[in-house]
T-cell receptor, first 115, second 116 residues
Framework: DAGVIQSPRHEVTEMGQEVTLRCKPI?????LFWYRQTMMRGLELLIY????????DSGMPEDRFSAKMPNASFSTLKIQPSEPRDSAVYFC?????????????FGQGTRLTVV | AQKVTQAQTEISVVEKEDVTLDCVYE???????LFWYKQPPSGELVFLIR??????QNEISGRYSWNFQKSTSSFNFTITASQVVDSAVYFC?????????????FGKGTMLLVSP
């Protein structure tokens, strides 16, 4: 399996622009997570889905952030409008449910810079 | 309060030295999982180990070993005979039964620099 695939790897955008980050989870995984990593706050969970349904979005910082999972193989995280404080590395992760607990596998991340 | 504390922000060692990365966690659950992830300079997060709360056996995998002690709520990670390729940020994480094991709570990470 190719693992969790995120695109783009790097994104530089101007303040006020819309940014869309994309994620393809590992096939067969029914949990998908979006995390944000910053120097100040470390790795924070933004939102997660189970079977394409958002379960907990309490980590989403504000209404400018939205996430969707239209099908089992694709998810997006959108920021509109973007602000410089949104600059961070955004990780997508997926894991499978089943008997016992399975670890989450992470994508390579998208480094977002908002200028 | 932090659920996962990695008190060491940065550690520098010389190649072949042994190094231990500390992790202290806090949970009210009796059932939980603990993890270590490695983040090399390339940026990806690499899973290293998972341990459930009922299994306090220490684990060894090559040069890596883990010491889980429920009495002190610690899950420490030791690298024996460190190598330059071990240079990375290492994260300890917790997943609790009360959250349905759905999410990972990460510590702030320890940056390990191994010099030749």
């Amino acid at each position: 399996d190719a693992g969790v695939i995120q695109s783009p790897r790097h994104e530089v955008t101007e303040m006020g622009q819309e940014v869309t980050l994309r994620c393809k989870p590992i096939s067969g995984h029914d949990y998908l997570f979006w995390y944000r990593q910053t120097m100040m706050r470390g790795l924070e969970l933004l939102i997660y889905f189970n079977n394409n349904v958002p379960i907990d979005d309490s980590g989403m910082p504000e209404d400018r952030f939205s996430a969707k999972m239209p099908n089992a193989s694709f998810s997006t995280l959108k920021i509109q409008p973007s602000e410089p404080r949104d600059s961070a590395v955004y990780f997508c992760a997926s894991r499978a449910s089943g008997t016992g607990f399975t670890e989450a596998f992470f994508g390579q991340g998208t480094r977002l810079t908002v200028v | 309060a932090q659920k996962v504390t990695q008190a060491q922000t940065e550690i520098s060692v010389v190649e072949k030295e042994d190094v231990t990365l500390d992790c202290v966690y806090e949970t009210r659950d009796t059932t939980y999982y603990l993890f270590w992830y490695k983040q090399p300079p390339s940026g990806e997060l690499v899973f290293l180990i998972r341990r459930n709360s009922f299994d306090e056996q220490n684990e060894i995998s090559g040069r890596y070993s883990w010491n889980f002690q429920k009495s002190t709520s610690s899950f420490n990670f030791t690298i024996t005979a460190s190598q330059v390729v071990d240079s990375a940020v290492y994260f300890c994480a917790l997943s609790e039964a009360s959250s349905g094991y759905s999410t990972l709570t990460f510590g702030k990470g320890t940056m390990l620099l191994v010099s030749p």
